[in-house]
């Protein structure tokens, strides 16, 4: 008669925390008629959530939106990243922060929430891994949760010990003199002409950067930047 969504029930799991959320988040959507059902009954004795009771819960299930979102992205993503992980972690603790219209009880649970996430991937190594593989993730070329200082730090990181010494080590073996020197003394046939030597990924990725007489350092630093 409310014509509200017909749904089917929902059973609370104790390793999934995503049923007792939406367990809550059903009850609120037909609040109206579960009222309703109770207060036709014979029975009065049956006790429904009060006034207070459904502000509180109303209040929990806004907190934990953030959390539900996660766990679905998470979930039903084909290839999950680690990329993710601080931008999410990030996200999670800002929606976390306390303001003046919080209720105790809202208060009580974001800083429960925040104290248990805060501890979680604070390793500095782990940190710094984390922030390359988000950095190297085209939709987070500018990681929004680094400042502007950490994030020119990351990319110096990536640049210099992982790209730039790679390119000077494949300068540096198609100038060996023995390579150049066994390439003039055998016959210019398929049959002995030595395979092309394997790149790495990244090698073939940075590629179109390291043309020949490009050796100056500061110039190929400035490449990578633009790139």
């Known amino acids: 008669m409310l014509h509200l969504p017909k749904h089917r029930l929902i059973n609370d799991v104790a390793t999934r925390w995503n049923s007792s959320y939406e367990m809550v988040e059903q009850y609120l959507e037909q609040q109206s008629a579960v009222y ?9 004795d049956i006790a429904n959530l009060t ?23 998470l979930s039903t993503e084909t290839a999950p990243s680690v990329f993710m992980i601080l931008p999410l972690k990030t996200m999670i603790l800002k929606s976390m922060e306390q303001n003046d219209e919080d ?3 809202v208060r009580e ?14 390793d500095a190594g782990l940190q710094d891994f984390l922030h390359k593989c988000t950095a190297l993730d085209p939709r987070f070329k500018t990681p929004p949760h680094l400042d502007r200082a950490s ?5 110096e990181d990536l640049i210099i010990p992982e790209v730039l010494s790679r390119a000077e080590n494949v300068e540096t073996t198609e100038a060996s003199p023995a ?31 390291f043309k020949p007489g490009q050796s100056n350092q500061p110039d190929l630093k400035q490449q990578l930047k633009d790139e």
């Open 36 to 44: 309703s059902a109770l207060s036709a009954l014979k029975n009065k």
């Open 51 to 73: 006034d207070q009771e459904v502000r509180v819960t109303e209040n929990v299930i806004e907190i934990m939106k953030p959390l539900k979102t996660v766990t679905t992205i």
């Open 103 to 105: 209720t105790p009880t």
């Open 109 to 122: 649970l974001k800083h429960a929430i925040r104290e248990n996430l805060q501890k979680r991937y604070s």
């Open 151 to 155: 994030h020119l730090r990351i990319y």
């Open 179 to 209: 390579t150049t020197s066994q390439a003039t003394s055998l016959p210019a046939t398929a049959e002995s002409a030595p395979p092309p030597p394997k790149r790495s990924a990244m090698e073939e990725l940075f590629s179109p950067l």
